[in-house]
């Protein structure tokens, strides 16, 4: 470079711009020197191959980011066709559940869990124990004792059926009875003329009669 053709003036913003290009290799190559002295290379890796890993880490991680934002584009059009179509978050939710029991159904833990299970069902519902219990207990409900307990309980709740059916029918008949005695008839007169005694007359001139209607006399007093 001419250095006539450089810009000698300390207050040219244009200053220190003019720059040999061997000083950028150096600074490059004093870089690189840098972040190998940080990061050593491991034992049999070469520099050349360094530099081939840091390249197509670098590719994949650009390729990684494009990934994530097609992803977003895709779930972001995904909700708004779920908005379109009337799919709420709860009918969502109900899917996605049923959808996870299906799965869980069908799973090889699932599936071995049940057929263990119906193995140990059968290991049990045929051993001996429980055939000889299953045994005893019908030979128990098929007894003559069996038999006649059911039979005494039955009895006994009929009877007392019976017994209460008929205390209810003679406590009604006794209160009819009652009723109707002249003892009854009698107190009630007498509570009706109290009331005709008290009350008097209505407004319209007519008298409260009697709920028997009838009118005291000296045979038959108020009180």
Do not use: C
């Not at 000083?23 to 049999?44: F, R, T, V």
């Not at 530099?51 to 895709?74: G, P």
């Not at 409900?141 to 309980?153: I, R």
């Not at 008839?185 to 001139?205: A, I, M, T």
């Amino acid at each position: 470079m001419d250095p006539a053709s450089q810009d000698i003036n300390l207050n040219s913003p244009n200053k220190g711009n003019s720059m040999d290009p061997s000083d950028n290799m150096a600074d490059d190559q004093a870089e690189g020197a840098a972040a190998n002295s940080a990061h050593p290379l491991p034992p049999g890796l070469t520099e050349e191959e360094a530099e081939e890993l840091r390249l197509e880490l670098t590719k994949v991680e650009e390729e990684i980011n494009t990934l994530r934002q097609v992803l977003s584009a895709k779930e972001r059009h995904a909700s708004e066709l779920k908005r379109k179509l009337g799919l709420s978050p709860l009918n969502e939710l109900k899917q996605n559940i049923t959808k996870s029991w299906q799965d869980v159904q069908t799973s090889q833990a699932y599936v071995r869990t049940t057929e263990k299970l119906g193995e140990w069902n059968e290991r049990v519902t045929g051993s001996d124990l429980y055939l000889s219990a299953s045994a005893t207990l019908d030979d128990i409900t098929h007894s003559e004792a069996y038999k006649k307990t059911q039979e005494t309980l039955s009895e006994a709740g009929q009877k007392t059926s019976a017994a209460l059916n008929t205390l209810g029918t003679a406590i009604s008949r006794r209160l009819g009875d009652m009723r109707n005695s002249p003892t009854f008839k009698s107190f009630e007169d007498k509570v009706g003329n109290l009331k005709h005694k008290v009350v008097g007359p209505r407004g319209n001139g007519d008298a409260v009669s009697s709920p028997t209607d009838t009118t005291p006399t000296h045979e038959n007093p108020p009180f």
